[in-house]
């Protein structure tokens, strides 16, 4: 071993004592240390080292599989494939966890006999080919082809083990820092021995003292900043407030209205939408609506907090449904974060975006579902959601306008009042009379699309210009002097204008879906989108009334970066990973289907390798049958010989053993005539003219004389 | 053959080794072994550090045979015309006239080969290979008796070129000389007090005693299964971890030749599996090319022949 003395000793007690194994890990690492004392040591060839490394690695599988049978591993799986839902695959996954952290503790325990082998063989070190069959299928092959042979990699177990030993003790219950130092010191001493020499102690020890101290800062500032952030979750009354994508709040919007200056949107891909059995996706994703406006502000209502839960039904399978009674036609794939936290139970939290007549939702992992009364879908559940959403009922859940007796009746047709004058102003302009309800809304649309234009800069209003408009609104100056605005104006505009024509109006945020990707559609930023819901009379529905002019796609799109297309790809990776990482994508069972392959492999190796090599070496015995002079008394007397504990090595030659031989006092008189028969019996054996008669017979009568002798000698 | 030309060709074997063992003390194995390659008609690679006697051994093996003997410095600036010999041009008589090189000769002292460029080194294979030289396109056949005793510093040492492989496999053995035990330096001593040994030296035996030697050595009998041993040995180097090139069945050919020398030397009619094993290392380690990799782990070419030695078994 190529390790400072006592290091391993010194690791296996720390892995012992962090699993509570303390014993176990002194005499280990005692043994495994006792190798520099001991100067007894075996010359292993490259296929014992093989055959030790196969049984450490059946080893290790035996370990894998008790860990997860005694974890419960095969009856939560198997849980899993009967009935796929959300707590079954959760507990498989636990099972796995439990049963990998188990099987990393026992990980110095399994490759013991391998390290320990190393540190007693002569040669102490391996080459790389005695780990995989593959490779030492390859070397044969190029051997076979008469290709250069691949390099052999020369491998010192030390290192690699003291690793494991420490990944092994990482795998510990303690909450305390003993770890943390104990690592460190291990650490610090392995360096030390292998520190370059030119650098001075001093630089060196600076050099550890930082690393251990930013090592240490990091964790303790991490559980730090987690204790403050809890904190502060918890401070904050509006626990709604923190929880959405962009600020969605379902409570309330805070509009851009007003503010002057370019309104700036990332174009990182928040959603990805697919449509299921080639129906078109809808345009607009709906996350919540409002219905109460206080310049800048949108708000539900006047009852803030109005969710109820929706049912899951039946209970795990994934199924809820919005609208009871009504059977949308058409299913869309939604992929979206969720990126709050619920401060209650730490799980992620945020509002889904929907079709606006979404009817029921399929696949969908969630631990909890909640709306409110004017449509808003408030889940809880793991970090990215991966559903269907059934939509094209034609209806939606929110609740109808004011009927004449409802308390909150005028919330839908409320106008603030120093918004008035200009939208009468505006609507003066408007040829409305006789028009029906749909007709004025349309009207109005077609109105901002030749008239008004999409704008994200917006200009301060010119006081100075309109003397005495001093109290005129950023609804109002957008409306009769900019005729430029955001997403945000319009709709605002529209629903105050429905609203002061009598029409029940309600302002909708939510995403505008346009981008195609392959198969399935992108959702950035950006097209975060804001519109309002018409109340259609005849129909007894909220109907989308979109009046941004449409040339507001355009615009957001030029400001695209052309750097966007790398961006999209680690967003890609991201998504990938987040699916795993929640369990949204199915790569746990084909990682299962994949392991028993590999395991039967395996096996398959370890007895056609056996098989395969049997009769090989049969053949190598049974060829030297065929050599002449194999009947040669003179075996007789070498096994004889080789009974009174002086046996011959396959690779030492006659004379070189008799001078072996007869060094012993005992058979020290046998010299002469047994070198003798060495000559007569090499005659036989390799002479093509072979022995006369008369001395073959000499041999055969010499040999049998002195065997009698020989078993006389005591 | 009779009994009598195989007693004839040991008696002669033993004449040049005592004359050399007045020479070179506490050598005989190193002779033993270049006689082996004179009698089965291989060449010779000396390796060992400067003042060992490799050029006195040479010099003396050549002064005990009555044949022509040449030497050539291997200097970095050395030509292979310096070697071979080259054509001049005769104002006289209106032609080219070749003068003959170095290398026509019966014993040929390459001093020192590998301070040679690898080009220069290159021009004794095909003498070497074929006993036959082309100059100028034109074959020109060497001598009955051709052979070529080399020597080499090791090839750390500064201002050496290291051998190419194709020329390494040239030589039928690469051996070195070691140092001698102090009692046989003080003889050493004593022996050069007046003069050098090797000026008093005189040819013991004939140019055609020697042919006759090398004709005996070729018929001496070995059997099939030790030829399938000195394969077995030769083929295991090509499957040796840490070797990049093993041996050719050019060294299984040295090999036997420089058994059935040793038999005939050691008094046998037929090879035994001893005399290959003497000769496994110094026939086979030279032609091995190890791997970068193996070469820093220590493992070397002779550490790789003695393992095959161990491992393989030996008919017995």
Same mark, same amino acid.
């Given at each position: 071993?190529?390790?400072?003395?006592?290091?391993?000793?010194?690791v296996?007690?720390?892995? =012992?004592w962090? *699993?509570?194994?303390?014993?176990? @890990? !002194?005499?280990?690492g /005692?043994? +495994?240390?006792?190798?520099?004392?001991?100067?007894?040591?075996?010359?292993m060839?490259?296929?014992?080292?093989?055959?030790?490394?196969?049984?450490?690695?059946l080893?290790?599988?035996?370990?894998?599989?008790?860990?997860?049978?005694?974890?419960?591993?095969?009856?939560?799986?198997?849980?899993m494939?009967?009935?796929?839902d959300?707590?079954?695959?959760?507990?498989? =996954?636990?099972? *796995?966890?439990?049963a990998?952290? @188990? !099987?990393?503790?026992? /990980?110095? +325990?399994?490759?013991?006999?391998?390290?320990?082998?190393?540190?007693?063989?002569?040669?102490?070190?391996?080459?790389?080919?005695?780990?995989?069959?593959?490779?030492?299928?390859?070397?044969?092959?190029?051997?076979q082809?008469?290709r250069?042979?691949?390099?052999?990699?020369?491998?010192?177990?030390?290192?690699?083990?003291?690793?494991?030993?420490l990944?092994?003790?990482s795998?510990h219950?303690?909450?305390?820092?003993?770890?943390?130092?104990?690592?460190?010191? +291990?650490?610090?001493?392995?360096?030390?021995?292998?520190?370059?020499?030119?650098?001075?102690?001093?630089?060196?020890?600076?050099?550890?003292?930082?690393?251990?101290?930013?090592?240490?800062?990091?964790?303790?500032?991490l559980?730090?900043?987690?204790?403050?952030?809890?904190?502060?979750?918890?401070?904050?009354?509006?626990?709604?407030?923190?929880?959405?994508r962009?600020n969605?709040?379902?409570?309330?919007?805070?509009?851009?209205?007003?503010?002057?200056?370019?309104?700036?949107?990332?174009?990182?891909i928040?959603?990805?939408?697919?449509p299921?059995?080639?129906?078109?996706?809808?345009?607009?994703?709906?996350?919540?609506?409002?219905?109460?406006?206080?310049?800048?502000?949108?708000?539900?209502?006047?009852?803030?907090?109005?969710?109820?839960?929706?049912?899951?039904?039946?209970?795990?399978s994934?199924?809820?449904?919005?609208?009871?009674?009504?059977?949308?036609?058409?299913?869309?794939?939604?992929?979206?974060?969720?990126?709050?936290?619920?401060?209650?139970?730490?799980?992620?939290?945020?509002?889904?975006?929907?079709?606006?007549?979404?009817?029921?939702?399929e696949?969908?992992?969630?631990?909890?579902?909640?709306?409110?009364?004017v449509?808003t879908?408030?889940?809880?559940?793991?970090?990215?959601?991966?559903?269907?959403?059934?939509f094209g009922?034609?209806?939606?859940?929110d609740?109808?306008?004011?009927?004449?007796?409802?308390?909150?009746?005028?919330?839908?047709?409320?106008?603030?009042d120093?918004?008035?004058?200009a939208?009468?102003?505006?609507?003066?302009?408007?040829?409305?009379?006789?028009?029906?309800d749909?007709?004025?809304?349309?009207?109005?649309?077609?109105?901002f699309?030749?008239?008004?234009?999409?704008?994200i800069?917006?200009e301060?209003?010119?006081?100075?210009?309109?003397?005495?408009?001093?109290?005129?609104?950023a609804?109002?100056?957008?409306?009769?002097?900019?005729?430029k605005?955001?997403?945000?104006?319009?709709?605002?505009?529209?629903?105050l204008?429905?609203?002061?024509?009598?029409?029940?109006?309600?302002?909708?945020?939510?995403?505008?879906?346009?981008?195609?990707?392959?198969?399935?559609?992108?959702?950035?930023?950006?097209?975060?989108?804001?519109w309002?819901?018409?109340?259609?009379?005849?129909?007894?529905h909220?109907?989308t009334?979109?009046?941004?002019?449409?040339?507001?796609v355009?615009?957001?799109?030029?400001?695209?970066?052309?750097?966007?297309v790398?961006?999209d790809?680690?967003?890609?990776?991201?998504?990938?990973?987040?699916?795993?990482?929640?369990?949204?994508?199915?790569?746990?069972?084909?990682l299962?289907a994949?392991?028993?392959?590999?395991?039967?492999?395996?096996?398959y190796?370890?007895?056609?390798y056996?098989?395969?090599?049997?009769?090989?070496?049969?053949?190598?015995?049974?060829?030297?049958?065929?050599?002449?002079g194999?009947?040669?008394?003179?075996?007789?007397?070498?096994?004889?010989?080789?009974?009174?504990?002086?046996?011959?090595?396959?690779?030492?030659?006659?004379?070189?053993?008799?001078?072996?031989?007869?060094?012993?006092?005992a058979?020290?008189?046998?010299?002469?005539?047994?070198?003798?028969?060495?000559?007569?019996?090499?005659?036989?054996?390799?002479?093509?003219?072979?022995?006369?008669?008369?001395e073959?017979?000499?041999?055969?009568?010499?040999?049998?004389?002195?065997?009698?002798?020989?078993?006389?000698?005591? | 053959?009779n009994?009598?030309?195989?007693m004839?060709?040991?008696?002669v074997?033993?004449?040049?080794?005592?004359?050399?063992?007045?020479?070179?003390?506490?050598?005989?194995?190193?002779t033993?072994?270049?006689?082996?390659?004179?009698?089965s008609?291989?060449?010779?690679?000396?390796?060992?550090?400067?003042?060992?006697?490799?050029?006195?051994?040479?010099?003396?093996?050549?002064?005990?045979?009555?044949?022509?003997?040449?030497?050539?410095?291997?200097?970095?600036d050395?030509?292979?015309?310096d070697?071979?010999?080259v054509?001049?041009?005769?104002?006289?008589?209106?032609?080219?006239h070749?003068?003959?090189?170095?290398?026509?000769?019966?014993?040929?002292?390459?001093?020192?080969?590998?301070?040679?460029?690898?080009?220069?080194?290159?021009?004794?294979?095909?003498a070497?290979?074929?006993?036959?030289v082309?100059?100028?396109?034109?074959?020109?056949?060497?001598?009955e008796?051709?052979?070529?005793?080399?020597?080499e510093?090791?090839?750390?040492?500064?201002?050496?070129?290291?051998?190419?492989?194709?020329?390494?496999?040239?030589?039928?053995?690469?051996?070195?000389?070691?140092?001698?035990?102090?009692?046989?330096?003080?003889?050493?001593?004593a022996?050069?007090?007046?003069?050098?040994?090797?000026?008093?030296?005189?040819a013991?035996?004939?140019?055609?005693?020697?042919?006759?030697?090398?004709?005996v050595?070729?018929?001496?009998?070995?059997?099939?299964?030790?030829?399938?041993?000195?394969?077995?040995?030769?083929g295991?180097?090509?499957?040796?971890?840490?070797?990049?090139?093993?041996?050719?069945?050019?060294?299984?050919?040295?090999l036997?030749?420089?058994?059935?020398?040793?038999?005939?030397?050691?008094?046998?009619?037929?090879?035994?599996?001893?005399?290959?094993?003497?000769?496994?290392?110094?026939?086979i380690?030279?032609?091995?090319?190890?791997?970068?990799?193996?070469?820093?782990?220590?493992?070397?070419?002779?550490?790789?022949?003695?393992?095959?030695?161990?491992?393989?078994?030996?008919?017995?």
């Amino acid at each position: 071993m190529k390790t400072p003395p006592l290091l391993m000793a010194a690791v296996l007690l720390f892995w =012992g004592w962090q *699993s509570d194994m303390l014993l176990a @890990g !002194l005499g280990l690492g /005692l043994l +495994l240390e006792s190798a520099r004392v001991i100067p007894a040591r075996w010359e292993m060839t490259d296929a014992e080292i093989v055959r030790v490394w196969n049984f450490c690695s059946l080893l290790g599988l035996a370990a894998a599989i008790y860990a997860f049978t005694s974890n419960e591993g095969p009856a939560d799986f198997g849980k899993m494939f009967e009935h796929p839902d959300l707590q079954t695959s959760q507990l498989a =996954g636990n099972a *796995s966890t439990a049963a990998a952290i @188990g !099987l990393v503790r026992w /990980l110095p +325990l399994v490759f013991y006999f391998f390290m320990l082998t190393q540190a007693f063989s002569a040669r102490g070190d391996f080459p790389l080919d005695a780990l995989s069959p593959f490779l030492r299928y390859r070397r044969k092959w190029h051997l076979q082809t008469n290709r250069p042979p691949p390099r052999v990699i020369i491998l010192q177990a030390a290192w690699p083990y003291f690793m494991l030993c420490l990944c092994a003790a990482s795998a510990h219950a303690a909450t305390d820092l003993t770890f943390f130092w104990g690592t460190g010191a +291990l650490l610090a001493w392995a360096l030390w021995s292998q520190r370059p020499p030119g650098f001075t102690r001093r630089v060196w020890l600076s050099t550890l003292g930082v690393v251990l101290g930013s090592a240490l800062v990091g964790q303790r500032g991490l559980g730090e900043l987690n204790r403050l952030t809890n904190f502060a979750d918890n401070y904050n009354a509006q626990w709604l407030a923190k929880f959405m994508r962009h600020n969605t709040d379902p409570e309330q919007s805070r509009t851009s209205i007003g503010r002057i200056g370019e309104q700036q949107m990332s174009s990182q891909i928040v959603l990805r939408v697919a449509p299921v059995n080639g129906t078109a996706v809808p345009t607009h994703l709906r996350e919540a609506t409002y219905r109460v406006y206080h310049a800048p502000v949108w708000y539900t209502s006047g009852t803030p907090n109005d969710f109820t839960s929706v049912p899951e039904t039946p209970v795990n399978s994934g199924h809820w449904v919005l609208q009871p009674k009504v059977a949308g036609r058409a299913l869309v794939t939604i992929s979206c974060y969720l990126n709050a936290i619920n401060p209650k139970d730490g799980n992620p939290l945020g509002v889904l975006p929907l079709p606006g007549d979404c009817d029921h939702l399929e696949n969908l992992n969630a631990y909890d579902l909640k709306n409110n009364s004017v449509g808003t879908v408030l889940a809880e559940g793991p970090g990215l959601l991966t559903f269907h959403a059934g939509f094209g009922a034609g209806s939606s859940c929110d609740a109808p306008p004011a009927t004449n007796n409802a308390p909150d009746t005028s919330d839908d047709l409320v106008v603030p009042d120093k918004e008035k004058p200009a939208l009468d102003a505006f609507l003066a302009q408007l040829p409305l009379a006789g028009l029906s309800d749909r007709a004025k809304g349309q009207a109005i649309d077609h109105y901002f699309g030749t008239h008004f234009e999409y704008s994200i800069w917006q200009e301060p209003p010119k006081a100075s210009a309109r003397p005495g408009s001093t109290n005129e609104t950023a609804v109002g100056n957008f409306l009769l002097h900019t005729h430029k605005g955001h997403c945000e104006f319009f709709a605002t505009a529209t629903v105050l204008l429905l609203r002061e024509l009598g029409i029940p109006a309600r302002y909708a945020v939510g995403y505008y879906v346009h981008e195609t990707a392959g198969s399935h559609y992108v959702v950035r930023e950006r097209d975060a989108h804001a519109w309002c819901l018409v109340w259609d009379a005849p129909t007894r529905h909220w109907v989308t009334l979109d009046t941004t002019p449409g040339s507001w796609v355009d615009t957001e799109r030029k400001r695209m970066s052309h750097w966007q297309v790398i961006a999209d790809g680690f967003s890609w990776m991201g998504y990938q990973f987040a699916k795993f990482r929640w369990g949204q994508s199915h790569i746990r069972p084909y990682l299962l289907a994949l392991l028993v392959p590999a395991l039967g492999y395996f096996l398959y190796q370890i007895i056609a390798y056996r098989r395969r090599h049997q009769p090989a070496a049969a053949a190598n015995r049974a060829a030297p049958v065929n050599w002449p002079g194999r009947d040669s008394e003179f075996y007789e007397l070498e096994a004889a010989l080789a009974q009174r504990g002086l046996p011959r090595r396959p690779g030492e030659s006659l004379t070189a053993w008799l001078d072996q031989v007869t060094a012993d006092p005992a058979v020290a008189g046998f010299q002469e005539p047994l070198q003798r028969l060495v000559r007569l019996h090499y005659r036989l054996r390799f002479d093509p003219s072979g022995l006369t008669g008369v001395e073959r017979e000499a041999l055969r009568r010499e040999a049998r004389v002195c065997l009698n002798q020989l078993r006389n000698v005591q | 053959m009779n009994p009598e030309t195989i007693m004839a060709a040991r008696a002669v074997y033993q004449k040049i080794a005592g004359n050399i063992g007045k020479v070179i003390q506490g050598q005989s194995g190193a002779t033993r072994k270049l006689l082996a390659a004179l009698a089965s008609g291989g060449h010779v690679l000396l390796e060992d550090f400067p003042g060992t006697g490799k050029t006195t051994l040479a010099k003396a093996l050549a002064r005990s045979i009555d044949a022509s003997f040449k030497r050539i410095q291997f200097t970095p600036d050395l030509l292979p015309s310096d070697i071979l010999g080259v054509a001049i041009f005769n104002q006289r008589d209106q032609a080219f006239h070749f003068h003959e090189g170095p290398i026509f000769t019966n014993i040929l002292l390459a001093d020192e080969i590998n301070r040679a460029s690898p080009r220069t080194q290159s021009a004794l294979l095909e003498a070497m290979g074929e006993s036959q030289v082309s100059i100028d396109g034109e074959h020109r056949t060497l001598s009955e008796l051709f052979f070529v005793i080399a020597t080499e510093n090791p090839v750390e040492f500064r201002g050496t070129y290291p051998l190419p492989e194709a020329q390494m496999d040239r030589f039928a053995m690469r051996f070195m000389l070691g140092y001698v035990s102090p009692e046989e330096e003080v003889s050493i001593l004593a022996a050069q007090q007046s003069q050098h040994p090797l000026e008093a030296l005189t040819a013991c035996v004939t140019l055609t005693e020697v042919l006759q030697l090398k004709q005996v050595v070729q018929a001496m009998r070995i059997s099939d299964e030790l030829k399938r041993y000195v394969v077995d040995l030769v083929g295991a180097t090509r499957k040796a971890a840490g070797v990049q090139l093993g041996a050719s069945p050019r060294a299984s050919l040295a090999l036997m030749k420089a058994a059935q020398a040793l038999a005939l030397f050691d008094g046998r009619e037929f090879v035994t599996p001893e005399q290959i094993q003497e000769l496994a290392i110094p026939v086979i380690a030279h032609r091995l090319v190890m791997e970068p990799q193996a070469r820093f782990a220590g493992v070397t070419a002779r550490g790789v022949v003695e393992g095959i030695l161990k491992s393989t078994k030996v008919p017995a």
